[in-house]
């Protein structure tokens, strides 16, 4: 008996430890790892965005590139990424940092277009609670924006060094 060719896309399987390089330019590329799934933010992916940048040709360790640091946290969906093509799976690494001190802010101002500074915010560590502290003050002032980014979203920040669109403001 002949296979017949499937035309069904491949399934694409994300697992924590995951690692995976982006291409930002022409001639450059970074590198993000999956390192949690939160059931906070509707179960989805946590990734940890590297600061190494490297030529498109050149496949560093994934030890150095672990080794290069954080850049940013984020929400996203990996496999959706994988699928459009933004980015793909290069390795794995049982290393995931440490996930306690990973916090996160949401608004809900968020979609009122009218609201360009919030005073609602909440904020949230990876799988506990939100909890509700109206101004952002202190340390919270670096949570990361908790929103479920798209692939795109996650290009651009690794890019520019920051979200496309607007987002709300906390001064």
Not at 55 to 74: H, M, R, T
Request: charged letters at 25%; proline letters at 5%; one cysteine or more.
């Amino acid at each position: 008996m002949s296979s017949i060719p499937s035309n069904k896309p491949k399934r694409v399987v994300t697992k924590i430890g995951d690692v995976f390089e982006v291409p930002i330019s022409e001639t450059e590329k970074k590198y993000f790892q999956l390192i949690a799934f939160d059931m906070t933010q509707l179960n989805s992916d946590v990734i940890r965005a590297f600061k190494l940048v490297v030529p498109l040709d050149e496949s560093p360790k994934i030890a150095d590139i672990i080794a290069s640091g954080v850049e940013f946290y984020a929400h996203c969906v990996t496999k959706w990424g994988v699928k459009d093509g933004s980015w793909s799976k290069i390795g794995k690494s049982p290393d995931v940092g440490n996930l306690d001190n990973i916090l996160f802010r949401g608004s809900s101002d968020y979609g009122n277009p009218q609201i360009k500074v919030s005073d609602s915010w909440y904020i949230w560590q990876i799988n506990q609670k939100t909890v509700r502290v109206g101004k952002l003050e202190g340390e919270n002032r670096n949570a990361e924006i908790g929103l479920v980014f798209t692939s795109t979203d996650i290009v651009h920040r690794m890019k520019h060094g920051f979200y496309p669109g607007f987002v709300l403001s906390f001064e």
